[in-house]
């Protein structure tokens, strides 16, 4: 059923119908207040799903400028290295320069559609899906604190973020059917923070015979799968093209960060241009895990389990 339902939305011709993608039957929770970039969250529209138990679903509560900063940090700075990329094996950026400047000094198109993913913290093992504590970089300190604030507005306390993949989808880019089960804490959340073009998501129950039920995930959105829906298949057969620029409705609140040149980045035209023009025909989507259980300092070693 996973499977049908992924080929009919991923279809080009014919186009699929998009009224089946249902406004899921959902309820109201939470709230609280905020920052990162985030409007406060008394004013936050977040709701559950009813049919998927454990699927939370916020509805934008980023501001203009919260959506600039965090496309930016995904592009121009998580990009860098020693955070791991699918362009590190094809050697395409020169040794000591970085993906987003060379891209940028060269308006080299096919280069910057070539990145598709980059793993922060503990690094995803893509053959193994097991992470290991020899294969660990920083975490981001602002994406560390934004995800733990998202968390403990909706009650899950004491979230540690971990790991992070940040996806890079273009127009015509999919993401097959599947299940995140390589982080050793399953009861922690998963969070989902997309921007840029629209995505149909697809999230069906724990076999690929369950019938997904199909939503889209907007610029801002954020999804948090926690509970019986962290085991549950799921997927992108499809990302629109949508006329809505959500980064560029610039409201009467300020944004503050240390990071005070990506925030001159965002609130400066001439600056944003590039990152806007990129947004204009793909996706970005950071999802973040906790890897440790609580009170766990680090992950079993090589050399622990030698000796």
Known sequence: MFKDCFKY?????????LEKVRRINLEKTGNSASNFGLNPVKTWEVYELVDHPGLIFIKNPFTSIGQRYW?????????????????????????GKEWWEVCQN????????????VTLGYHHDWESKVYAEENKGEFPKDLAELSRFIAESLNFLHFNAEAAIVNYYHMDSTLSGHTDHSEHNLKAPLISL????????????????DEPSAMF????DIVVMSEESRLCYHGVPKILQMDSRFWNCFEENDFTNDCKNVVNICKEETLWKPFGDYLNNSRININVRQVLQRGQKRLCSESDEKT
């Open 106 to 117: 060269n308006n080299n198109k096919i280069l910057m559609n070539k990145l598709r993913w």
């Open 194 to 209: 997309s921007f840029g073009q629209t995505a149909i998501f697809l999230l069906g129950g724990k076999t690929k015979d």
């Open 71 to 95: 496309v930016v940090r995904c592009l121009q700075d998580y990009s860098k290295r020693p955070n791991k990329t699918n362009l590190d094996a094809l050697n395409l950026v020169p040794e």
């Open 9 to 17: 939305y991923k279809s080009k011709n014919p186009p699929p119908d």
């Open 217 to 220: 995930l907007r610029s801002g």
